[in-house]
């Protein structure tokens, strides 16, 4: 295990110095100002627009539930984005670099490199979409003062979600140039948004055919899954009217996926980390 703790602050000192971390903070940084612009402005506007005496929808629950819908959504983009620059070039890119076989050795080895990256990468950015997460909570409570009716649970499935994308990262890392992977696992992570999308769509017209196909995929790319489940519970609680008309997104509406996404998740991930160190196994450095 310290190998492993060694190995994975190492990555996260390789993406200092390669100036991820100064990219994804200066992004974060504009996204999370113009955000707190923006909503305070909504909030404003859909109340001199409603009146004081509009009592048929909850105007900041519609407005306040809306906008921290699509910050949830900006903030996994955000995530996706840290962990797929952590872990793109994590085993081949690092090899053709003449970094990766001094730590191979043993008793170091493979697969404690491989946990090791998954570790760092995963850690990294969950704990930055739940800062996010958090912050643009605390910026829509001091705009409009709505708080979504599950606090934690939505923060929890993105750390989840980006967890995934960093997995199914660095099996493409073991396999893929850093440039070949970073492109798959973003066409990847884009067929997820796909499949939320469809299944929205296939809500509207009240095709079960579509709505199969994305909950399908969705499960296959569990980052989808989580996505949905977290906006599902930021208004679960809502009732009347205002949660009827509360459709949130944009890509993949709020969804109930159950107590088994969890271990659907973590044997998701067994698999893909699995498939990455057979892999890593039969490949020579």
Do not use: C, K
């Not at 909850?58 to 539930?65: E, I, L, M, N, Y």
């Not at 999308?197 to 499960?219: C, F, K, M, Y």
């Amino acid at each position: 295990m310290r190998g492993v703790a060694t190995i994975a602050g190492y990555a996260i000192r390789q993406g200092l110095r390669r100036l991820v971390f100064l990219v994804v903070l200066v992004l974060t940084v504009a996204f999370l100002a113009l955000y707190g612009l923006g909503t305070r402005e909504a909030f404003q506007d859909a109340r001199d627009f409603a009146g004081p005496d509009d009592d048929i929808v909850d105007v900041d629950a519609f407005v306040g539930a809306t906008l921290f819908g699509l910050a949830m959504f900006a903030t996994l983009f955000l995530g996706a984005v840290l962990a797929i620059f952590v872990t793109l070039g994590a085993v081949r890119g690092d090899a053709e670099r003449g970094l990766l076989q001094p730590l191979v050795v043993r008793p170091v080895g493979r697969g404690a490199l491989l946990l090791a990256r998954f570790a760092a990468a995963a850690a990294v950015s969950g704990l930055y979409v739940l800062v996010v997460y958090f912050a643009a909570m605390g910026l829509t409570a001091a705009a409009g003062g709505w708080w979504p009716d599950h606090v934690v649970g939505p923060g929890l499935a993105l750390a989840g979600a980006v967890a995934t994308i960093a997995a199914l990262s660095l099996l493409g890392s073991v396999v893929m140039s850093a440039t070949a992977n970073g492109i798959a696992v973003f066409m990847a992570y884009g067929a997820g948004l796909t499949a939320g999308l469809l299944g929205q769509i296939g809500n509207a017209l009240n095709s079960d055919t579509l709505e199969d196909i994305a909950r399908i995929a969705s499960w296959a790319l569990p980052f989808e899954a989580l996505y949905q489940a977290g906006l599902h519970a930021l208004v679960s609680d809502t009732e009347g009217l205002t949660g009827v008309v509360l459709q949130l997104g944009p890509f993949g509406g709020a969804q109930a996926a159950g107590a088994t996404i969890v271990p659907w998740t973590v044997g998701w991930l067994a698999l893909v980390l699995g498939l990455a160190a057979f892999a890593f196994s039969r490949r020579d450095l």
